[in-house]
Nanobody, 114 residues
């Protein structure tokens, strides 16, 4: 069964850092593009970061450029989102998504607050 499971969310102060993980199971993640989205109700779900197949390239939303880094560890079948210099407006549920498999994770909550 194709599945992605996010972890690593939590409460952090402004300026702090978190690393989210997206563990893939039921398929080998390396040949697939993997995306991170976030949603903070009532806003729509927003694309945050993309890593293309085999990690050949990455791209980011303007709102997180220079602060977030997406990476992948093919040996662990896992994609990461390193988030630095977090701001209150980064508060959201963060989701991992595999476009070619239409597979969403359950999400992990990130709250940035003092």
């Amino acid at each position: 069964q194709v599945q992605v499971v996010e972890s690593g969310g939590g409460l952090v102060q402004p300026g702090g850092s978190l690393r989210l993980s997206c563990a893939a199971s039921g398929f080998t993640a390396a040949p697939y593009a993997m995306n991170w989205y976030r949603q903070a109700p009532p806003k729509e779900r927003e694309l945050v970061a993309v890593t293309t197949p085999w990690g050949r390239s990455t791209s980011y939303a303007d709102s997180v450029k220079g602060r977030f880094t997406i990476s992948r560890d093919n040996a662990k079948n896992t994609v990461y989102l390193q988030m630095n210099n977090l701001k209150p407006e980064d508060t959201a549920v963060y989701y991992c998504y595999v476009p070619m498999l239409s597979s969403w994770g359950q999400g992990t909550q990130v709250t940035v607050s003092s």
